[in-house]
């Protein structure tokens, strides 16, 4: 989030009222935030595809401008939230600030179905499908969703390739699973402390190939350069456009 507030100063405020254009001042503060604001929106926007990789068109329109009123003068650069379009806020705020990222939709849907152990993130595996920005392709993930939530889960054993495991590693809702086998598709998971790499894989005829893996998070570096586009751009621009929406304000206030 970015905030962007009248630059003002007490004695400039105070002389403004004695001398009887308060309102003007106030009315060219509200409109030269509001213009700096879509600017640092804009500028930050252009420069995503800088700091990021290949992030997708949803992420470069992830800004939204809470504009300045009379009343409150200041403007709100942030990030989609919750519930507003695609909640970029979640996956872009490590990017942001560094520091670990938030959980993704189906990582939450994989711990809430006990799949995904609490505290691990997932990772494309090396039989992933990628799309063409480096993420796994949306098919996949609700392939992958769509088979647990019909067919239970399987866990690895003992056997290589998950069957007639035995222990903790045991499959559950083995029947359900048999009634898979033909199909195209078949996934197993493989948990941490098990004999494979923890993670989604799936099951042909001949081997195992691994889809999805579990991993612990990581701390991710700064790349998102938000704070530094919006104080070049304010600092560059502030006096230039508050002098002429002043002289706007003035010259209708006639």
Request: aromatic content about 6%.
């Amino acid at each position: 989030m970015i905030k962007v507030g009248a630059r003002i100063d007490g004695i400039s405020k105070a002389m403004a009222h004695i001398s009887g254009i308060s309102k003007q001042v106030d009315f060219a503060s509200k409109n030269a935030l509001n213009e700096i604001a879509f600017m640092v929106k804009n500028a930050v926007t252009a420069g995503m595809p800088q700091d990021l990789d290949r992030p997708k068109p949803a992420t470069v329109r992830a800004l939204k401008v809470e504009k300045a009123s009379k009343s409150n003068l200041m403007a709100v650069i942030r990030l989609n939230e919750r519930g507003e379009d695609v909640p970029s806020s979640d996956f872009l705020k490590h990017n942001n600030t560094g520091g670990r990222r938030g959980m993704k939709r189906s990582e939450m849907m994989l711990q809430a179905v006990g799949i995904l152990p609490g505290g691990m993130y997932t990772i494309p595996g090396a039989a992933a499908k990628l799309d063409s920005y480096g993420n796994m392709s949306r098919g996949q993930i609700v392939s992958i969703l769509s088979y647990f939530r019909s067919f239970g889960v399987a866990r690895f054993g003992r056997d290589t390739y998950g069957r007639n495991g035995g222990g903790k590693g045991a499959l559950i809702n083995s029947a359900r699973m048999n009634r898979k086998r033909a199909a195209s598709v078949n996934y197993f998971v493989v948990m941490p402390g098990e004999r494979m790499p923890p993670g989604i894989w799936e099951r042909t005829k001949t081997k195992a190939k691994p889809v999805l893996m579990f991993v612990s998070p990581g701390v991710h570096k700064k790349l998102l350069k938000m704070h530094e586009r919006a104080e070049s751009v304010v600092d560059r621009n502030w006096n230039r456009i508050f002098d002429k929406q002043f002289n706007q304000a003035m010259a209708s206030a006639r």
